[in-house]
């Protein structure tokens, strides 16, 4: 049988360039003030072009330091770049905004600034209607139901006791006995009794849901720590981190079929980081909100990859996995008879955390938002171009690969190598075209 070789197209130049070292802008917002309280949403407005740069004095001084001069590199805007944003805010501003088109703009990477791609993902992810005129409308109902669901999910069964008193007329009894130094005798429902087991008792609920609400503090902890915007002790890291655990203790009481996932803090991540650090701080101060609908929304593509009952299924995650190695062989043949025949590198020992976390640990957190843009682009759902991705991955260091043994490729393969990202979406897409061919 004649082995399928790689396709000369993939013998491109690009393979060996290499990505910026890690982005200083990542911690540019770490100094920014919490987050206020929430106030009634306004219209979202559409994102402004950003001013032209300016050039810096010849004779103001420069450090002699890389950083430094990755930073001058950056604050300066190429043409290219500012042709791109005009093509998004043109598209921004219709009143009716061209789906296809914005999925087209955005499959080939968000301009930063500008505001542009907090937009862009609300939009994409169904979380903003395409008819602007009804964004206001959207935004308040939306805001105001996941305030709803706080106050009722985030709640301290106390707090419940207390209302039920309050509700029964019992307050002022209460206040007697405490100024007599004597228990209050709250004529409290057994089932919200503190020492009740009953399965719909509030308090046995809390209980069980301890463990949960604890992993996720941990995770969230753990969530970036290199980034000051999630990590350390400031009082806007610390928002951020209430928030983020906000969020998936209320998903996780309002999906008991899945509830909490370890992982979930990693894919939450970058939903966040974006809207929250939309440049209009009336639109950031509800970041929380918008984040847990498109969580929801982005979530909704790929439950069954988080819910165990179904790992042996022909939805569940090794179902997944499966695909990512047909691709591959349908590509790669030498290179997927090396990896899977011949080393024996099961695809279960690397692609399901590829899989699971949306390449959120594979990539710098900058180079991952770009690589977002292009699964939140596609019309079918996140998940097709999610394993084309993979599929590239492999592709483009096959060299490698076919020169190592078990050892050097699964450590290769779990600890993927810097890349240059633009080349890999480009692969990726190379990989549909010729599937549909």
Same mark, same amino acid.
């Given at each position: 049988?004649?082995?399928?070789?790689?396709?000369?197209?993939?013998?491109?130049? =690009?393979?060996?360039?290499?990505?910026?070292?890690?982005?200083? +802008?990542? &911690? !540019?917002?770490?100094?920014?003030?919490? #987050? @206020?309280?929430?106030?009634?949403?306004?219209?979202?407005?559409?994102?402004?072009?950003?001013?032209?740069?300016?050039?810096?004095?010849?004779?103001?001084?420069?450090q002699e330091t890389k950083d430094s001069s990755?930073?001058?590199?950056?604050?300066?805007?190429?043409?290219?770049?500012?042709?791109?944003?005009?093509?998004? =805010?043109?598209?921004?501003?219709?009143?009716?905004?061209?789906? +296809?088109? &914005? !999925?087209?703009?955005?499959?080939?990477? #968000? @301009?930063?600034?500008?505001?542009?791609?907090?937009?862009?993902?609300?939009?994409?992810?169904?979380?903003?209607?395409?008819?602007?005129?009804?964004?206001?409308?959207?935004?308040a109902k939306k805001r105001s139901q996941y305030k709803r669901f706080k106050e009722e999910l985030l709640v301290n069964p106390s707090e419940v006791t207390r209302r039920l008193d309050k509700s029964a007329g019992l307050e002022s009894d209460e206040s007697k006995c405490e100024r007599r130094g004597l228990l209050p005798r709250s004529e409290i429902p057994h089932g919200e009794h503190p020492l009740s087991l009953g399965t719909n008792s509030i308090w046995n609920q809390f209980f069980q849901d301890t463990e949960i609400i604890e992993q996720i503090d941990r995770d969230v902890h753990r969530t970036h720590p290199g980034m000051h915007f999630f990590s350390g002790d400031s009082s806007f890291a610390r928002s951020n981190q209430e928030a983020l655990k906000n969020i998936l203790i209320v998903f996780a009481k309002l999906n008991p079929g899945i509830r909490y996932v370890q992982g979930m803090n990693e894919v939450l991540a970058p939903l966040f980081y974006v809207f929250r650090n939309d440049p209009d701080e009336e639109i950031a101060a509800s970041a929380e909100a918008d984040t847990f609908f498109c969580f929801v929304e982005l979530l909704s593509g790929f439950r069954d990859n988080f819910c165990q009952q179904l790992d042996n299924s022909v939805v569940g995650i090794r179902s997944t996995i499966t695909k990512v190695s047909k691709l591959l062989k349908e590509h790669d043949e030498e290179l997927w008879r090396h990896l899977e025949v011949t080393t024996k590198v099961n695809p279960q020992f690397y692609a399901f955390r590829w899989i699971t976390l949306l390449l959120t640990q594979e990539f710098n957190f900058a180079d991952s938002l770009h690589i977002w843009d292009a699964l939140l682009s596609d019309p079918e759902g996140p998940q097709e171009t999610l394993l084309r991705i993979c599929c590239a991955m492999l592709i483009l260091v096959r060299r490698r690969l076919l020169a190592g043994d078990f050892t050097s490729n699964l450590k290769l393969l779990q600890h993927y190598p810097s890349t240059n990202v633009s080349h890999l979406l480009y692969v990726a897409d190379k990989l549909c075209a010729r599937s549909v061919e």
């Open positions: 049988m004649v082995k399928k070789r790689v396709p000369e197209w993939l013998n491109n130049s =690009l393979w060996s360039s290499n990505p910026p070292d890690d982005d200083e +802008r990542l &911690l !540019r917002y770490a100094s920014k003030p919490s #987050i @206020p309280a929430f106030q009634p949403p306004p219209e979202p407005p559409i994102p402004q072009r950003p001013p032209e740069p300016q050039r810096q004095p010849e004779e103001e001084p420069k990755r930073a001058d590199e950056r604050s300066s805007i190429s043409p290219e770049e500012i042709s791109r944003q005009s093509q998004f =805010l043109a598209e921004l501003s219709r009143k009716v905004i061209n789906l +296809r088109e &914005l !999925r087209r703009l955005a499959s080939q990477g #968000i @301009p930063e600034g500008a505001g542009i791609r907090p937009t862009v993902w609300k939009i994409l992810l169904g979380y903003l209607p395409c008819d602007r005129s009804l964004w206001t409308i959207e935004l």
